[in-house]
C-alpha cells in the first residue's frame, strides 16, 4: 500500500516548487508523482498533422516521492503518512497526531 494515493492534497518540501501545494494527479513509475499545479517545465512542440498544437507548451512534471509530504487538514501543515491495522483493515494515519486520513 502506498503512503500517498490519488487526489491527496500534498505539499512540496525541496525543489524549484517549494512551498506549494496540490492534488496527486498520477503516479509515473513506483517512486514519482505529478501534482496539479507544481512543478510545470515547457516543451517544445511542433505539430505532425494538420490541427495539431504546436509551440512552446507548459506541463506538469513529476516529483520524487521524498519531494512531497500530505497535508494535513487540521494543521494545515505537512506530515508524514502511518499505517494502523484495525478490525482486519490496513488505515493510513497522521503520525503527528495518529488520526485516520481516509
Do not use: C, W
Not at 492534488?23 to 513509475?29: A, S
Not at 507544481?38 to 498533422?49: C, E, G, K, P, S
Not at 494538420?50 to 500530505?70: D, T
Not at 506530515?79 to 485516520?100: A, H, M, N, P
Amino acid at each position: 500500500m502506498r503512503k500517498l494515493r490519488k487526489d491527496d492534497r500534498v505539499v512540496v518540501l525541496a525543489g524549484k516548487s517549494k512551498g506549494a501545494t496540490g492534488t496527486v494527479m498520477e503516479f509515473v513509475g513506483d517512486d514519482r508523482v505529478k501534482v496539479s499545479g507544481v512543478n510545470f517545465v515547457y516543451r517544445h512542440y511542433r505539430a505532425r498533422r494538420p490541427g495539431e498544437r504546436e509551440g512552446i507548451l507548459e506541463q506538469e512534471a513529476a516529483l520524487h516521492v521524498s519531494n512531497v509530504a500530505i497535508l494535513n487538514q487540521e494543521t494545515n501543515k505537512p506530515d508524514r503518512v502511518g499505517f494502523k491495522i484495525e478490525d482486519g483493515r490496513k488505515l493510513r494515519i497522521y503520525k503527528s497526531s495518529g488520526k485516520e486520513i481516509d
